[in-house]
């Protein structure tokens, strides 16, 4: 079992602090969290940080920690432009970014982003081909429905070759199934329930033994929202109204289900649901308190799930 972290990005206007940022990232490093994770939120009333830049400065910040996305909407973005960024990260963390993709859904304003909703599983889809050929070839043409490219050229590529682990997000069994045939991994959602993951775990690992291919070849997370305090009923109450927050904007609210909450012992119970239901990795996301959360993590919970 492997352990990730999330990187801080709740930041009201003027309230960002570099020195805390950077220590939180040190002490990632030291508690021997394997890797730190972003989400990308770019329309709500969260004071959400862009991924991008956050994990620019994570990398900026740390030497060890492996930084990922959970997930970038990639069906709302120029696959182009996010091939180079990711390219360029990848290449200032000296390969050690994880880049995790996502269609998206009709909840989201698409029309923002110019963006016709019936589009974007197939936007999605092609913005990857797109993404992996400016990784790995040299003179790139393509000619797609929403891209065009004749004899292009991007330098210089990933560090890591051949690029980057792609992660999948999604729920759909469809989208899950698609994650088997193009991802390198998948992340089950903070979105949503321990029981609900351990029915995409039985899909994707069905979809595997079709395909047949070993389940080592998909490495299978799950982002879990969490808070630990040893008052259940408060530690109920903060991360409850922290996630009606987080997803109120997409009209969503009562979601204290999706999360693991109390005292350390409730906290190990919920969490080894998660890794018995398929997780091989568990992104550990705090809400609210990061720093005191995450140091209570490694040394109340992590010790008694190993």
């Excluded at 110019?114 to 003179?139: H, I, Y």
Aim: contains cysteine; glycine residues 8%.
């Amino acid at each position: 079992m492997h352990f990730a972290i999330s990187i801080p990005q709740y930041s009201p206007d003027g309230s960002f602090d570099p020195g805390a940022f950077r220590a939180y990232l040190a002490r990632a490093e030291e508690l021997g969290f394997d890797s730190a994770w972003t989400q990308e939120q770019v329309l709500g009333t969260m004071p959400h940080l862009a991924p991008m830049e956050t994990m620019t400065y994570a990398a900026a910040c740390t030497d060890r920690l492996r930084l990922g996305c959970s997930v970038l909407v990639s069906s709302l973005h120029s696959p182009v432009h996010l091939a180079k960024s990711l390219s360029t990260l990848d290449q200032l963390s000296r390969g050690r970014i994880e880049v995790g993709l996502g269609i998206g859904g009709r909840q989201r304003a698409v029309a923002a982003f110019g963006v016709d909703p019936d589009t974007l599983t197939r936007r999605f889809t092609e913005g990857l081909e797109v993404m992996k050929a400016c990784w790995t070839q040299p003179r790139v043409t393509f000619d797609g429905r929403f891209w065009q490219l004749d004899d292009a050229a991007m330098e210089p590529k990933p560090f890591q070759k051949p690029h980057p682990p792609v992660w999948f997000g999604g729920s759909h069994p469809n989208a899950l199934r698609r994650a088997v045939r193009l991802a390198d991994a998948f992340m089950g959602a903070g979105s949503t329930t321990t029981e609900q993951f351990a029915g995409q775990v039985q899909i994707l690992r069905a979809a595997l033994a079709e395909a047949g291919r070993d389940q080592k070849d998909l490495p299978i997370a799950k982002r879990v929202y969490i808070a630990v305090d040893d008052d259940l009923e408060r530690g109920r109450a903060r991360i409850g109204a922290a996630l009606d927050q987080l997803y109120g904007y997409f009209g969503l609210s009562g979601l204290t289900a999706l999360a693991v909450y109390g005292p350390p012992e409730e906290c190990v119970r919920g969490l080894r649901a998660v890794a018995d239901a398929g997780a091989e990795m568990i992104l550990l996301n705090p809400m609210y308190d990061d720093a005191e959360q995450m140091e209570r993590l490694a040394t109340e919970v992590i010790p008694a799930l190993s």
